[in-house]
């Protein structure tokens, strides 16, 4: 499960930085974020805020 959220942010992140090449900043930026949140790395909304 965490190889497909690392893997599903990094497309993420990677389809923001296009679209912010192409002009569209608010939707880059927000999939960039969006990609951040899902990472495996950041705050999993699958997985909750249940971590300590």
Request: net charge positive; charged share 5%.
């Amino acid at each position: 499960m965490g190889t497909l959220l690392w893997i599903a942010s990094v497309i993420l992140v990677i389809l923001g930085i296009i679209e912010l090449l192409h002009g569209a900043l608010l939707f880059g930026i927000l999939l960039i974020i969006v990609g951040c949140l899902v990472g495996p790395g950041g705050v999993s909304i699958f997985n909750g805020r249940s971590r300590v």
